[in-house]
Every structure is written in C-alpha cells, then in structure tokens.
C-alpha cells in the first residue's frame, strides 16, 4: 500500500523502526487487550482509497444534483432562514486555528474564549439578559434546557406551551421533558392568533414551572402581550421563558424587560449559512441570580483579570455543575457545541452593530409586508390568517381557491420558484396553509414574480 | 534533539481589548440591503404596526465598528488560539486529527451551503446521497444495521440512545419497574449525565486495581429486574479496552437489558472490532473525533447512532431512505423517539465525514486505527522514561490503544509540581495543554495525551524531550513551572470569578455594571 498522504507515519521504514522502540515485532501485538474471539478479521465492504482530485470529482458531480435556493428563488423559512451572509463571516469562520482547535484551556485558546465571551455579551445585549452561556445545538435543544431548568429552580413539573409552536420543536422540548414536566398547550385567539389569556389563565396554576412563549411565533406574528404573560407567570410563582429569533430584536422590545427569566432562541440567522438545516445555533439565557446560574446547563464564561494588568483572561463559572464533573447529578447534558458558529455571530453581530441589527429589521418587515400586500390582492387567497402584526414570516391560506398547498407549490416550482412550507398536516384547524418567509435577500421582482405565479398557480 | 526545536517559542500576544473597547460611535461594519422606493411607498411605516409596548425604545447596545476593524479584531483572536494546523495537538479523548483540506473545501460549496431544509425532496437528490451512503457505511463500520445522524454530539448521541432504551422498555410494559442505567467511572460522563436527563437512575461501577475495569462479579451483583440497559465507553480514555465486553453484554441481556456502547474512542479499532458484532445494542460514533471532521473550537459536532434492527422503529425521524431510484426523508417509524434537534443534523460535518471515509477507503481506515495505535505506544515507552511519570495499571496492560491515562502522582509528592502545573507550563514550549482527565479522578494528577495517526514521529519526540525539560525543570527549578505560563499570550489568571457571584460576568453588559468599565 503506497504512503498515506495524512499519515505520516506510514512510512514502512517509519513503522520498523516505531515498533523496534516499542519492542514488539509485529503491530498485532499491540491490540493484545481486544480478545481475539472478538476480532473483525474480513475486509471492510468499502471502497478503496481514492485520491484528492476523484474524490472532489465525484463529489461535486453528486451535490450538482441540488438545487440551491440561488438558483431558484425561495420563500422557506420556519427555522431555518435566507438571509445574507456577509463575506467577513466565512472569512472568520474558514480561519483555520478556529476551525481546528478544541478544548484547550485559556493560555492556549486565549482568542476562542474572547470571541466566545464576546458572543454571549452580544447576544446579552440583543435580548437584554446578563447571563447568557455558551452556545448550544438549537433553538429546540435549548428550549429543552430552559424547560429542564425552570423544573428545577421551581422543583414544580408542569409546563404551559402555546398551541402555536412548531410541532417539530415541541417534539424536541417533550424529548427532554419526558418523565420530568407535563406539557400542556395553550390555545391562542383564533382572531389574531395571541396566545389565549384566558385560556392561560384556566390552565396555570401553583404546580406550573414555566410559560414559555416565542417571539415571533412559529407562525410568523409578533405575541404582543409578553408583559402581561409574564406577570401571570410570576403571579402564580412560574417562571417565564422566551424563545426568540435575534434579527427580530433589532425593533422589538428585548424578553428581558417584559418579565423573561430564561431565554433561549436561534442564532441560525447570525452569519450562518442554511446548510439544508445544518448550522443551527442555540442560545441560552437567565437572569444573573445564583439559583439559576446553578441551573445552567452548559458552559458559562466569565471575563476576569491576570497578573499582568492591561491582559484580560477568561475563566468557566461553576464547573462542578456541569455533567463533566457533576455526572448524574447534574441531570442534564452538555459537551461539544456550536462554537464555530458562535464565532461568526459574534462577527456578524459586531459588523451591524446598533444601527445595522435595527435597519435590517426593518428592511425585513417592510419586504414581508410588501409581499403579504401583493398576495392579499390575489383573489380568494387569506393572507395572514392572524390579525396581528408579522415579522418575516407570515400564514397563506389557499382553502378559498380549491387548491392544495402541495398543487400550489408544484405549480411555483415550474416558475423557478420554492413556495412557503406546507403546515396543512401540523395545524389541520387552519386549513391548506403554506408558511412563507421573506427577508432582506428577496427583491421586489422576487415579490412580484411570486404574486404573478400564484396568481396563476391558483386560477 | 536540537534545541530551537524546543525553545524559543512565543504566543502571539496581542493584549486585544474587548469588541466593545475597540467601538467608536458612528462606525458602521456592514450596509443592509436597501428597499426599493416602491415598496416604501407602497406599505409605508410598518414599525407603526408593531404596539408601542413591543417596540424596542433604545438600540441594542452593539460595538460599532467598520468591516477592517473587525477582520483585524478577529484575526488576531483566531491567531490566538491553537488549532490542530497550529502545532502539536494530543489533547486525549477527542482523536484531534489532522483534517484533509479538500473535504472543508467541499463543505463550503454552495451546493451544500444554501440549500433549504424543506425543499422537495427532487431539488436536494445530492444531499441526500451522502446522507443515506454514511448512514450505510457507518452501518458496515459497527455491525449495525440503522443509523441516524440526527444527534450533535456525543453526550446528545448517549442521550438519544438512552432515550430508546426508555422506549423500548415503555414500549414492552416495563419502564416503571427498568428505571436503572449502570455505567462505569471511567466512561465519558455523558454515560451517566446523559441516562440522568432522561429519567433513569444511574448506578455507577468502579475499577478493579489489578484490570483497570470492573470485574464480571461487580456487574452481576448490581443487575436485576430494575435494569434497563448498560451505557459505557469501550475503549476507555485510560486506552484500555475492557475486554469483558462479550460478558457484560450477555449479563445485561440476560435480564432483559439493552446495550449501548459509547465509541467516541473508536478511532483505533476500526477495521477491527465491530461492536455490533460482539452484541451491543447501540453504540454511537462522534464524526468530529473518527471521522476528521474538524473540533470547530468546541463545535459543531456530530455524533450517529446506530441500532440493531430491532431498535430502528425508536430512531429519531426522519433518516434518509432510497427506493431504488430516489432518495427521499423517512418518517415511517411509529415508535420513534421523535425528533432529538431541528432538521437532520449538522450536514456540513456529514459531508466531511463521508469525503473522508472516501478518501482514505477500507485499506486507510485500517493503516488510520494501525498508525494511531502505534504511535501511543511509542509514546507511552518514551513517555515511561521521563522522571516522575508513571502508568496506571500497566502491568496488565503495558500496551494502550489510542491514548493512555498517565499518572504525575510520583513528581507531585517529590517536588510538588503536579499535572495544573505542567499543563500551564507546556504551553511555553508550543504544545498545547493536555488532557487531564474527565472527573473524578480516579488517576491522581492526571494527563492523558492521545497522538493520532496524523502525528508524524518527529513531533512525538518533541513532546518526548518537552516532558523530560519539564521533569528536570519540576526536580531542579519548580518555580519557573509555578509562576508559568511565560511565553503564553497572558501571564496566570484570576480565577476567583469562577465561584464568586460578585465577581463573575458572562456577558459585557454584567461586567460594566458589577467592576465598571474604568479599570482599563
């Protein structure tokens, strides 16, 4: 077998002579510890090594078979969003010491920890929290930490959850519940899609430990009242958790002065590109009291001092909390997580700063309003459903027009054009309803071509 | 050993302030995409639309910068971290292999990067190729026969499999009475954090101190009707593999138990051990340790689960099906464990995994688990020599697998230099710090370095004669050990903000308000 080129050692000369050090005369005597009833002695079903220039080959003639959202125009969102990524983020995150490096400690990964302390104090800004930890898989799994904790800051095991969230993150939020908390939905006004006060109010009581809502929801609208859901939530001794997608924070009121105690969201749209699904970031946030910091499931960084004046250092808070010291007892996980992409939503919050981060929201919200104009004129079609103010995201229902989501979205297809995401199985009660999203990335033509083709998708 | 080889090096030391040090009001990084005046004027002020109570009053306290003070800023952040391609990297447990460049240069194509998760299934034939193609070779690698990709990593991978063990039992009617997961100490913490999360109760085995693993009576004195499966790390972080695997599985099926093994070590015994074949249930592989795709600072990962056939029903929805002529999401598992996290996985690391696993082939994933193994034992001879460093049970076990667990205790007692110590002071010499160990400590003062198969000869007698300098330093010298880092790009660290609530800060803004920003 010829020199492997990432194998150094590989070299048969480099191997006698490894082994004559070690002093064994053949390489099998050093897998001696694995019994050798248990031993894979075939040859694997794989292929044979290929070299570089094959591989890239192959490679690229497969994925030439996607279709990027480039190159046909798309109005999908619901957890995973187009927008812009400014060249400094792949720039940023292509840097190879942050794309090779690990675990070390401070004196060797001084930058990592910075940039990660710099990501959870943007983010504290954003949502205006002060404790915010390290970053985490997704929204979901995030999700699922705030619950877990708020059960054990309350030590009660019922949570209260709007009707309206996505089916596929409330599948992830009862994956970490299971056994420790009941989940209950509430239901929201069918008018305008608020999640129901009264209907809160009839199901919150002194066994719950949390409400959690979004903002903006699932379905696109803004929830309005997260002052008055907190303070339900604090009457009854609950805690109120927030779930919140960041660039909307740009004009919205941040969760932590209407009540939030916890707060968790997806930094997905911070510099990372779609990657079918693939980059997700979550964020995780408390307020800055003992018992919840305790609570904390992740790594938390905190600033400090050296010895030397004029250098900052960084140091992990209580790290006998977490299940690498704590095990068992900790009950909840935590381990390798999604610093890369924290990295580059530090970038890319730093690159919008104030004035940016407010300007894209609004260049957002007016694009999503011009296309709910432009489909609101199409006839028979309901667009939003919910009388409420949108973000980026917004309902369309096709229920007036004889058509099926899935026909509709056939038909746009042949126009180059990827329709919103059909929810017409996770909410039944809305009817045939696609959930479209428009942001920064879509231009008036992108608008226009989409209202002309489902003008005719659905006539 | 020639001496520049050794010294002579410095950290690049920047003393770079905060982000927001570094602002000046009225800087901009970044011009948003501008809206045509006929959408303006079509819809008008829509921030009116938003309640007065829901509408941010102050501007979120962001750094304002332009685009080449953050490039500047970031560099030299990123030149101040250690990387795999910056030196010598055997921080154990993570397999912290050199990554070929062709497979990041891949992940970066658009082809891959700006495609939606929802798209037809007809648009996205590509991604779902490779998907299905590592699930089947995963399959082929560990003898079992379903995998999916969803988890992020490996504690969300045991998570996930402990998961389906509690379905399983649910499923059979015996999930009051199963609520117990053994483990061992010495697994990945995970082993036990991970069944704690779900609901279990976890009973934890100690070493034995002639083998280094528990001994097949410890294991059948702690089963009964109450377990519900067997979680633990084969091979173990001390490179040691626990060869009562075959016996353990048997015990734990005996009464009705699962058994999940945690082969985030797998590196070495690929092409020669399927634990499939020796009878686990599940197992998990961490793509970010075997499978080369790059640590990414702490993430992403991804870690795959893989079941025997009889567990599939419980994976996580949806894995990646073919029909024979297409590729399509399957969400036909009715007893799935639902979903663990958002979409399917981290893709670019799939995609990485798969181009490596092509790259290298069958004959490379045996010479990867050959070199890797080689060059821990040529380590652990050298290592050996050096004054004050000692090997746990190696009188059992003289020859490790991809790592060993090593012990300072000796040079702790004779000069009072300890593992905190060296790891502060290797820095000075290049390396990165090591491995200690996961908690508790089994080992007294630990370090636990595992050179993988990317490692050339050269750089393990660097570190070789880097330990023998400290040695000399730790029985001669111990003060420049204590007062090191010298040559780090800071001097020793406060760490009183770890555990004092007044003290610590996460975030800018909690900084500003506990100490204030005047102390600069």
């Known amino acids: 077998m010829p020199v492997n080129p990432y194998i150094p050692n590989s070299d048969p000369e480099i191997k006698k002579q490894m082994l004559k050090e070690i002093g064994v005369t053949r390489v099998e005597e050093l897998f001696a510890d694995i019994p050798e009833r248990i031993r894979f002695r075939k040859r694997l079903e794989l292929q044979s090594p290929k070299s570089e220039y094959e591989v ?81 898989y997704d929204w979901g799994n995030v999700c699922g930490d705030a619950a877990r904790m708020a059960t054990m800051i309350t030590d009660r095991h019922e949570l209260l959850i709007p009707r309206t969230i996505s089916p596929d993150r409330l599948s992830v939020i009862r994956a970490h519940c299971e056994g420790l908390a009941d989940v209950k939905l509430v239901n929201n006004d069918p008018e305008s899609g ?89 964020f995780l946030a408390c307020r800055d009291v003992e018992r919840f910091v305790s609570a904390m499931p992740h790594r938390l960084i905190s600033i400090t001092t050296t010895e030397q004046k004029g250098e900052w250092g960084f140091t992990y808070v209580l790290p006998e909390r977490t299940m690498f010291a704590a095990r068992e007892k900790a009950r909840s996980f935590t381990g390798t997580a999604t610093a890369l992409w924290a990295i580059t939503a530090a970038v890319y919050l730093s690159l919008l700063g104030p004035q940016g981060i407010r300007e894209l929201a609004e260049v957002i919200m007016q694009k999503s309003h011009y296309a709910i104009k432009r489909i609101s004129e199409i006839r028979d079609i309901r667009v939003p459903i919910f009388k409420s103010p949108h973000f980026e995201e917004f309902t369309v229902n096709f229920n007036g027009t004889g058509k099926t989501v899935s026909e509709v979205n056939k038909a746009l297809l042949e126009h180059g054009i990827i329709g919103g995401k059909d929810i017409t199985m996770e909410f039944p009660e809305l009817g045939e309803t696609g959930l479209y999203c428009v942001t920064e990335i879509h231009s008036k033509a992108d608008i226009d071509k989409l209202a002309a083709a489902l003008q005719e998708a659905v006539q | 050993m020639r001496d520049r080889e050794i010294t002579g090096y410095h950290a690049v030391a920047w003393k770079e302030p905060i982000v927001y040090q570094l602002a000046r009001k009225g800087r901009r990084g970044y011009a948003v995409p501008a809206v045509e005046e006929e959408i303006k004027a079509s819809i008008g002020d829509v921030l009116s639309l ?114 389906i063990i509690r379905a399983y039992h649910k499923l059979n009617g015996e999930l009051e009475q199963r609520n117990e997961i053994i483990t061992t100490v010495l697994s990945h913490p995970c082993n036990g954090g991970s069944p704690a999360a779900v609901g279990f109760k976890v009973v934890t085995l100690y070493p034995d101190e002639e083998t280094g693993y528990p001994d097949i009576e410890a294991l059948k004195s702690t089963v009964s009707k109450r377990t519900a ?100 999401l399957d969400y036909d598992k009715p007893y799935s464990i639902g979903r663990v996290g958002g979409f399917y996985g981290v893709i670019p690391n799939v995609l990485k995994a798969y181009a490596w696993i092509m790259t290298i082939g069958a004959e490379g994933l045996e010479e990867t688990s050959e070199v890797a193994v080689m060059n821990n ?75 993988p198969e990317t490692t050339p000869k050269e750089d393990l007698d660097r570190i070789v004669e880097i330990f023998h300098r400290i040695s000399q330093e730790a029985y001669t010298n111990p003060e420049i050990i204590k007062t090191a880092p010298h040559n780090a790009a800071i001097s020793k660290i406060d760490r009183t903000p770890s555990s004092d609530p007044k003290k610590w800060a996460m975030t800018w803004r909690a900084y500003l308000k506990k100490i204030g920003g005047d102390e600069k």
């Open chain 2, 50 to 163: 938003i309640p007065d109570k829901m509408r941010r009053k102050a501007l979120p306290n962001l750094p304002e910068l332009s685009e080449p003070e953050v490039v500047r800023h970031y560099i030299r952040l990123s030149q101040q971290t250690y990387g795999v391609d910056s030196g010598i990297h055997i921080h154990g447990t993570c397999s912290m292999k050199y990554s070929p460049k062709v497979n990041e240069s891949l992940a970066r194509s658009p082809k891959i990067a700006d495609i939606h998760p929802l798209q037809e299934v007809e648009t996205v034939q590509g991604i779902l190729e490779i998907m299905y193609e590592l699930q089947k070779w995963l399959c082929e690698l560990s003898g079992m026969d379903e995998f999916s990709l969803q988890p992020r990593g490996g504690a969300h991978a045991v998570f996930s499999n402990a998961r």
């Open chain 1, 56 to 136: 890239r080959r192959y490679i690229e003639g497969i994925l030439s078979r996607n279709k990027t959202c480039g190159e046909l125009t798309s109005f999908l969102g619901a957890g995973c969003w187009p927008h812009y990524v400014p060249a400094v983020c792949d720039e940023i995150n292509s840097r190879s010491e942050f794309v090779t490096a690990y675990a070390g400690d401070v004196y060797s990964d001084l930058g990592r920890y910075q940039a990660l302390f710099e990501f959870q104090s943007m983010i504290g800004d954003l949502i205006a929290m002060d404790i915010v930890s390290y970053p985490w």
């Open chain 2, 229 to 328: 499966g067997l979680m633990i790390t084969d091979p173990y972080d001390t490179g040691v593999f626990d060869s009562n695997i075959e016996e353990y599985i048997k015990i734990i099926h005996e009464v009705g138990g699962l058994v999940a093994i945690d082969q985030a070590n797998a590196n070495c015994i690929l092409s020669r051990l399927r634990i499939g074949d020796v009878g686990a249930d599940l197992c998990h592989f961490n793509l970010h340790k075997t499978f080369s795709t790059p640590h990414g600072s702490t993430g992403p990962g991804s870690a795959a689960i893989g079941v025997k056939r009889e567990l599939g029903k419980f994976l996580p929805v949806p894995i990646v099906g073919f029909d024979g002529e297409k590729y399509y």
């Open chain 1, 194 to 282: 608020q999640l129901g006060l009264e209907d809160l109010k009839s199901k919150i009581s002194k066994k719950t430990a949390a409400i959690y809502i979004e903002n903006p929801t699932y379905l696109g609208f803004i929830e309005t009242r997260g002052e008055e859901i907190s303070e339900v939530a604090h009457s009854y001794g609950a805690l109120s958790i927030v779930g919140v997608e960041p660039l909307s924070l740009g004009f919205l009121t941040p969760p932590g002065e209407y009540g939030a105690d916890i707060v968790c969201g997806e930094g997905q749209p911070l510099g990372m590109h779609m990657y079918f699904g693939g980059a997700l970031l979550g």
């Open chain 2, 377 to 451: 034992n040529y380590l652990i001879r050298k290592l050996l020599e050096v004054r004050g460093v000692s090997l746990p049970w190696d009188k059992s076990h003289p020859f490790r697998l991809q790592e060993a667990r090593f012990s300072l205790e000796k040079m702790k007692e004779e000069t009072g230099i300890g593992i905190a110590d060296v790891n502060r002071r290797i820095v000075d010499y290049g390396l990165q710090d090591m491995e200690t160990s996961h908690e508790p400590w089994i080992v007294p003062e630990p370090f636990t370095p595992e050179p």
